[in-house]
């Protein structure tokens, strides 16, 4: 199975500020790829597909980036709904797995 | 508007099982997959397995098979996953959540289903 590995587990940010999540897998999935954000009580919501595609309706200050093992997402200036826990998802081949979380909370 | 609307809770005893129905709106049932995610009370997302819409082809993560049934019904839009033998660590709750059929990526996510396996 391939491991997705996220980092930091939390990353306390200001509003206003940026911030950058890391994930990483442990095998090349190119860029098949996927970002979900999930606030409290809440289902996931994708945010990115394909490494860097933004799904309809994202707000632009939200990027991904990366190919092969190594990947980005980028939110440029922290607004506070934004405050959630994120996901990244491999889909290059079975089991699909998860990494296990960025939660970005308030500094 | 693309929505996945689920059953509600449920709660069951230790070896029951459990059926989640997941009821698809507003695009066409047969042009996507339907996955299944689970999410242990403050854990990380699980992937279950997916059911082709169309031909009712399924496939599984390895630590369900033997205890994952995942069917449709295409007359009314809906799929269905039975998880049998339960245990107290699958108390969970369990998502729907459409695939394209050429990418893999999940949208939208049903509301979930909250399912507690307690004796």
């Known amino acids: 199975d391939i491991m997705m590995t996220q980092s930091p587990a939390t990353l306390s940010v200001s509003p206003g500020e940026r911030a950058t999540l890391s994930c990483r897998a442990s095998?090349?999935?190119?860029?098949?790829l996927a970002w979900y954000q999930q606030r409290p009580g809440q289902a996931p919501r994708l945010l990115i597909s394909?490494?860097?595609t933004r799904a309809t309706g994202v707000p632009a200050r939200f990027s991904g980036s990366g190919s092969g093992t190594d990947f980005t997402l980028t939110i440029s200036s922290l607004q506070s709904e934004d405050f959630a826990i994120y996901y990244c998802q491999h889909y290059n081949g079975w089991p699909r797995t998860f990494g296990q979380g960025t939660k970005v909370e308030i500094k | 508007q693309v929505q996945l609307v689920q059953s509600g809770a449920d709660v069951e005893k230790p070896g029951a099982s459990v059926r989640v129905s997941c009821k698809a709106s507003g695009y066409t049932f047969t042009d996507h997959y339907i996955h299944w995610v689970r999410q242990a009370p403050g854990q990380g997302l699980e992937w279950m397995g997916r059911i082709n819409s169309d031909s009712g082809v399924t496939n599984s993560a390895q630590q369900f098979q033997g205890r994952i049934s995942m069917t449709r019904d295409t007359s009314i839009s809906t799929a269905y996953m039975e998880l049998s033998g339960l245990k107290f660590d699958d108390t969970a709750i369990y998502y729907c959540?459409?695939?394209?059929?050429?990418?893999?990526?999940?949208?939208?996510w049903g509301q979930g289903t909250l399912v507690t396996v307690s004796s």
């Open positions: 959540t459409r695939a394209p059929i050429r990418g893999g990526w999940f949208d939208p």
């Open positions: 095998q090349n999935v190119w860029s098949n």
């Open positions: 394909d490494a860097s």
